[in-house]
């Protein structure tokens, strides 16, 4: 199906590490011009063909690309889109947009996190030459042929996180802002990977992209959910109960390796309390990298004893 005037919005599954449903890129088809919301890993790049074929079009094809941050999972491939269609502008945050052209940090810090299988996982990234990037702060529209995208600025996963807002559809394409829910479930997974999660800035996200009355969001993993208020309050309670949980393992007086080997055990048996099979628990736990948001947490939580220790 191509998407249509009524439709333009297509999800494409990436299928990634073969998982379906685990990362979505969105084609955007309006009065003849395409454009993805974040293409996803250089290792799906060709799942991500297979899919812009099915719907009709290329990569040669596409206008523009927009990212709502720089992770790899979200924009590892744009590097390799850019050098085979040389034209494509790309829309990121301004904080971002460095790291896109130069991406030998995120690299660094991806590959101590990931070692080996950092190939597996994310593939090979290019960097992006500085003349496609087009830094965005917040507060500007985008058009792609006929739709306008009011752009907002939502840091809290990511301090160069993006929003994109379409009014006509009442739909907030919030990248991982709204945590990871399969389209369909209510679990919610944070997903709070360092170095950047803060949990006021979050917070203040949400309260940005509730404001808007969104009919529907959409979560980069996976798809959409149709009750954006329910999803929200839900997802706050869950964002303050694992920084609460990370808060008081590190108050404990354990080693940070007993500190994380909890962390994970508790939220992996939540998880399997909460979802009907064990593949499903399998799968919100392999995409939830439970480990790295431990990390991202203790970075919060540690920056935030810093910071009142400092008032006091
Ligand atoms: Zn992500």
């Known amino acids: 199906m191509t998407p249509s005037e009524d439709s333009p919005y297509t999800t494409i599954d990436l299928n990634w590490s073969g998982r379906p449903k685990s990362i979505a890129s969105v084609l955007i088809g309006s009065g003849g011009v395409n454009a993805l919301i974040d293409p996803g890993p250089a290792s799906t790049l060709e799942t991500l063909r297979a ?186 309670k869950k964002l303050s109960e694992w920084t609460a949980l990370a808060k008081s393992l590190l108050e404990s007086g354990k080693t940070e390796e007993e500190a994380a080997k909890e962390f994970v055990e508790a939220v992996a048996a939540e998880t399997k309390r909460n979802v009907h099979t064990i593949s499903e628990a399998d799968h919100y736990i392999f995409n939830g990298g439970l480990y790295l948001s431990w990390l991202g947490l203790l970075r919060y939580t540690k920056k935030q004893k810093e910071k009142s220790q400092q008032t006091t």
């Open 51 to 236: 899919g812009l074929q099915r719907h009709g079009t290329s990569v040669q094809d596409l206008d523009s690309i927009l990212l709502t941050h720089i992770h790899l999972d979200h924009a590892g491939a744009v590097g390799a889109l850019v050098k085979e269609n040389p034209k494509l502008p790309v829309f990121v945050h301004e904080f971002g947009a460095k790291h896109m052209a130069d991406p030998s940090k995120l690299l660094a810090s991806a590959g101590r996190l990931y070692g080996e299988k950092m190939d597996f996982l994310y593939g090979h990234v290019l960097p992006v030459p500085r003349e496609n990037l087009r830094p965005l702060a917040g507060g500007e529209t985008v058009c792609i042929g006929n739709r306008k995208l009011d752009i907002l600025y939502t840091p809290g996963h990511a301090s160069h996180h993006l929003a994109f807002w379409d009014a006509h559809e009442r739909t907030a394409f919030v990248g991982d802002v709204g945590g990871i829910t399969v389209e369909g479930d209510t679990f919610i997974m944070p997903a709070t990977p360092p170095p950047d999660v803060d949990l006021d800035l979050w917070n203040k996200s949400l309260d940005a992209i509730l404001a808007l009355q969104p009919a529907k969001l959409f979560l980069t993993h996976f798809g959409y959910q149709r009750d954006p208020a329910a999803h929200i309050a839900r997802y706050r």
